[in-house]
Nanobody
Framework: QVQLVESGGGLVQPGGSLRLSCAAS????????MGWYRQAPAKQRELVAV???????NYADSVKGRFTISRDNAKNTVYLQMNSLKPEDTAVYFC??????????WGQGTQVTVSS
């Protein structure tokens, strides 16, 4: 059974930082691309960042220079370091294991709220 468990969300002031973690089980973690997505109220889910098995990364324009995705294959964990947070970063953040087709798996999400 595949499980992706996110943690690290919370309430932070504008300009602050958070680090999200996603622990995976039930998959051969090292061969999967891993992604972070987010969904704000009344908006579609959007890709935030992705890291391939070869540790190539890609980011949404809105987070470039502020967010960093990384992975630790020994811990089956992917991270999202979020700096200089803005109110518009407020959303539920989801972790995804991207194997393609029926081999895409999702976590339950963690709430990030940026507010003073």
């Amino acid at each position: 059974q595949v499980q992706l468990v996110e943690s690290g969300g919370g309430l932070v002031q504008p300009g602050g930082s958070l680090r999200l973690s996603c622990a995976a089980s039930g998959i051969i973690f090292s061969i999967y691309a891993m992604g972070w997505y987010r969904q704000a109220p009344a908006k579609q889910r959007e890709l935030v960042a992705v890291i391939t098995s070869a540790t190539n990364t890609n980011y949404a324009d809105s987070v470039k220079g502020r967010f960093t995705i990384s992975r630790d294959n020994a811990k089956n964990t992917v991270y999202l370091q979020m700096n200089s947070l803005k109110p518009e970063d407020t959303a539920v953040y989801f972790c995804a294991a991207l194997g393609g087709g029926t081999n895409n798996y999702w976590g339950q999400g963690t709430q990030v709220t940026v507010s003073s």
